[in-house]
């Protein structure tokens, strides 16, 4: 299986900070990541595709890039409607998720 | 709008058999992959498999000795069974849809079964 591994695991921010999460890949995955938002009690919420595509509907302060193995989500001016879980997601092979990263309420 | 619905039973004993139907409204279950995840309370989100709508299958490695996804297009549905579960096995379960090249455009609110006697 490919693991994907999220860093940090979770971090504080204000609003308006820039925010960067990454996601890294135990062996090449090209660009077949896509990024994930996920607030509490709800359904996650596809941002990113093929990790760099802005899902439609998603506000164009969140961007994505990477290939490879080294994959980052930005979100450029963090608003509170932000603060949610993030996860990161595979689809080279078996599908697999990263474990996530809490964005918290500095 | 695609809207998808899970429905089933939300207790099942160990050992037993999991059981769950998404409902697929608004839009038609050909030519998309449907999946099933499963986000264990306060933990993240597990890939179980996915069906075609022609009925091929890819599961998960790690469970693929205990599940069985199949699809009923003629209802716009598809079903998990899960056998032989334990407590491990308690999660939210959603169903979604997938996109040909690989990710999740649709979830299902999810529906929380708890494993325990």
């Known amino acids: 299986d490919i693991q994907l591994t999220q860093s940090p695991s979770s971090l504080s921010a204000s609003v308006g900070d820039r925010v960067t999460v990454t996601c890294r890949a135990s062996q090449t995955i090209s660009n077949y990541l896509n990024w994930y938002q996920q607030k509490l009690g709800k359904a996650p919420k596809l941002l990113i595709y093929a990790a760099s595509n802005l899902q439609s509907g998603v506000p164009s302060r969140f961007s994505g890039s990477g290939s490879g193995t080294d994959f980052t989500l930005t979100i450029s001016s963090l608003q509170p409607e932000d603060f949610a879980t993030y996860y990161c997601q595979q689809s080279y092979s078996t599908w697999t998720f990263g474990q996530g990263t809490k964005v918290e309420i500095k | 709008q695609v809207r998808l619905q899970e429905s089933g039973p939300g207790l099942v004993k160990p050992s037993e058999t999991l059981s769950l139907t998404c409902t697929v409204s608004g839009g038609s279950i050909s030519n998309y992959y449907w999946s099933w995840i499963r986000q264990p309370p306060g933990k993240g989100l597990e890939w179980i498999g996915h069906?075609?709508?022609?009925?091929?299958?890819n599961y998960n490695p790690s469970l693929k000795s205990r599940v069985t996804i199949s699809i009923d297009t003629s209802k716009n549905q598809f079903s998990l069974k899960l056998s032989s579960v334990t407590a491990a096995d308690t999660a939210l379960y959603h169903c979604a849809r997938v996109h040909t090249s690989g990710w999740v455009d649709s979830w299902g609110q999810g529906t929380l079964v708890t494993v325990s006697s």
């Open positions: 069906i075609y709508y022609s009925g091929s299958t």
